[in-house]
């Protein structure tokens, strides 16, 4: 399956900024990382909504059919998660950024957006 991605650049700069974001809770910097990805997709911005935790703590992000977009806060993602790493949020940020962006074969694909928005970033800072 071929993906279309944003340049090496414009990914480094939403990695970047969802980095800036998980250190600092600037909200700017989360709206301006989503906001860059929706731009690229020609898509309007998902409404994301925090929380502590959703599903007893079981899940660590959900996405809707309505473009809803459900996402622990970085502060509760430090406390009390077995996997509380900084790239580990990031990457469930891709993950449900993914299906909000492809909604055939969600899954898979939200994987693969993922794993490939991270390739080649931690190359060149």
Same mark, same amino acid.
């Given at each position: 399956?071929?993906?279309?991605?944003?340049? @090496?650049?414009?990914?480094?700069?939403? /990695?970047? @900024? @969802?980095?800036?974001?998980?250190?600092? =809770?600037?909200?700017? /910097?989360?709206?301006?990382?989503?906001?860059? @990805?929706? !731009?690229? =997709? *020609?898509?309007?911005?998902?409404?994301?909504?925090?929380?502590? =935790?959703?599903? $007893?703590?079981?899940? +660590?992000?959900?996405?809707?059919?309505?473009?809803?977009? =459900?996402?622990?806060?970085?502060?509760? $993602?430090?406390?009390?998660?077995?996997?509380?790493?900084?790239?580990?949020?990031?990457?469930? %940020?891709? *993950?449900?950024?993914?299906?909000?962006?492809?909604?055939? /074969? +969600?899954?898979?694909?939200? /994987?693969?957006?993922?794993? !490939?928005? %991270?390739?080649?970033?931690?190359? *060149?800072?």
């Amino acid at each position: 399956m071929r993906m279309i991605l944003p340049s @090496l650049k414009e990914r480094r700069v939403v /990695d970047r @900024l @969802l980095s800036s974001f998980f250190h600092q =809770y600037r909200p700017y /910097d989360f709206k301006k990382a989503i906001s860059t @990805l929706c !731009r690229f =997709y *020609h898509l309007k911005n998902p409404r994301v909504e925090w929380f502590e =935790y959703i599903d $007893w703590g079981k899940t +660590a992000g959900k996405t809707y059919e309505n473009g809803q977009i =459900y996402l622990i806060h970085p502060e509760n $993602w430090k406390k009390g998660r077995k996997y509380n790493s900084e790239r580990g949020w990031i990457n469930t %940020v891709y *993950h449900e950024m993914g299906h909000y962006i492809f909604w055939a /074969d +969600a899954e898979t694909k939200a /994987d693969k957006f993922a794993c !490939r928005m %991270v390739r080649g970033i931690n190359n *060149h800072k």
